[in-house]
Each structure stands twice: as C-alpha cells, then as structure tokens.
C-alpha cells in the first residue's frame, strides 16, 4: 500500500510538473505555428526501430514519424538505415526522421557536416515524405555544428517541405539557443524528463516554455502522465513499449 501511495505521488508531481512546462509565457514570444506545418494531421506516432503494425491508425488524424535512419558520428560518419518493418494504411502521412549520435572521436567538421547534410537530403527526398525530422540532443559544444547544418539545410530542402526537430524541454525554457533557426517547428520532449526538472519547485518561471519555435508541438509519452491543454498543439507520441502493446492505450487518453 505504502508503495502503491509513493507511485501515485510521482505521478501526480510528474504531471503538475508537465503542466508548468506546458504553460507558454506570455507576451511578445508567441509565434503563429509554421504555415508549412498546417498541412499535416494534428497527431504523430513515432516509430521507432522496432516492427511495427500501424494500419489501425485514422490517416485523415493520424502521421508517422518512423525513424528512416541513424547516423553515428566518430572518426567518420556511419549511416544505419531502417531495419525493422512498418506497415500503415495508404494515404498516411509519413516524416522521415533521422535520428544524429555523436560518438567518441568525432571530428565535427565541414567535411563530417556535408556528409551528414548529403544522407539528410537523401531522407527528405523518398517518394511520399510530408516532411523531415532531425533527432540530435547536441551538446553545448555540438550546437555550432548542429546549426549550420540546419542553415545550410533549408535551402536545399523543397520550398514547401516543413523541417522539424526533437527538442529537449531546456532548450524550449531557459537555454533559448534555437531561436533564428530555420525550423518549423521544435518539439519539446516531454517525456522521461531531466532528474534536474523533476527537482525544480512547483512555478518556477524557467519551467515555462518561452521559445516560439517550440510552441506549436509537444512530444508525449503513452505511459507517462499527460497534461490536459493539447488542443492548440501538434500532438507527437511514443510508444514505450512499441504500438502493438500501446496502441490500445489511445482510446483510453485524451488527444484533440
């Protein structure tokens, strides 16, 4: 029972936490949501490197964002393609994401940032992808790299495609460096967050997510608690346990 009331406590803190972080401030931050995004289903499933059997989902509501490949960055740049199968109704609306690790070794440098840029390109350019979704928690010392990518992205991107990135809740609050990027969107992951954000008291002003690009979207989790005002945003979800055991658990949540 003592168990049972310690899980429920976490919960409920976890919650009120997502809540504070959700809670845009106001003023003169607030940014209309990219036009470019206004095009796609107001729900994203992840899929992520595992099979999965989507066909369930409603395409007029529902995208996938599966993960297309991961590039691993040493002493030279390795791209792991997709292995797994997912299969999902026609007419789906697919993102391509691609998942960035650096590793130990890595040179960062212009000849590594145009080989990467090359295997983005090579992503957003499948037939049928609606759009393109860079996965990358680049360190502070990473960012100089991570943001002339995505400058130099853009251009070479087709006008209408939208550029989304994963984003980790500090950069959406305190840590602002995203702002001036070319991207459409930012989303703030919500989800398994930093022990250093569960500690933060209850209405601390840095637990509000003040950076426009990060307002229109928010990255959830199906296991974990979620916040009640998701209307105004782009709804993307992970399954923790992959589709085929959680996508029961949507009809029992709330999504707009």
Not at 29 to 45: D, E, G, I, N, V
Not at 143 to 152: D, G
Not at 209 to 232: K, M, N, Y
Request: charged share 20%; hydrophobic share 45%.
């Amino acid at each position: 029972m003592h168990s049972l009331r310690l899980k429920r406590s976490a919960a409920i803190i976890s919650l009120a936490v997502l809540c504070l972080v959700l809670r845009s401030s106001a003023g003169p931050f607030a940014a209309p949501p990219s036009t470019r995004m206004s095009s796609l289903p107001p729900r994203t499933l992840w899929a992520w490197e595992r099979p999965e059997d989507l066909r369930a989902i409603d395409p007029r509501t529902t995208a996938i964002a599966f993960l297309d490949r991961t590039l691993l960055i040493g002493s030279r740049v390795v791209s792991q393609p997709r292995s797994q199968s997912l299969t999902y109704p026609a007419n789906t609306v697919l993102i391509a994401v691609v998942r960035i690790q650096v590793q130990p070794g890595a040179l960062l440098d212009d000849a590594q940032q145009r080989e990467v840029f090359d295997l983005l390109l090579r992503s957003a350019s499948q037939p049928g992808i609606a759009a393109l979704q860079i996965d990358f928690d680049a360190t502070r010392s990473q960012r100089r790299f991570y943001a002339a990518l995505l400058r130099n992205l853009r251009p070479r991107l087709p006008a209408a495609l939208p550029l989304s990135i994963t984003a980790l809740a500090s950069w959406c609050t305190h840590d602002r460096w995203l702002s001036g990027l070319p991207i459409d969107e930012a989303v703030p992951m919500l989800f398994r967050m930093e022990p250093d954000r569960r500690r933060a008291r209850p209405g601390s002003p840095e637990l509000q997510i003040r950076e426009p690009l990060c307002q229109s979207a928010v990255g959830l989790s199906t296991r974990e608690p979620w916040p009640a005002d998701l209307a105004a945003r782009r709804v993307y979800l992970f399954a923790d346990r992959g589709w085929l055991t959680d996508f029961a658990l949507l009809s029992e949540r709330k999504l707009p």
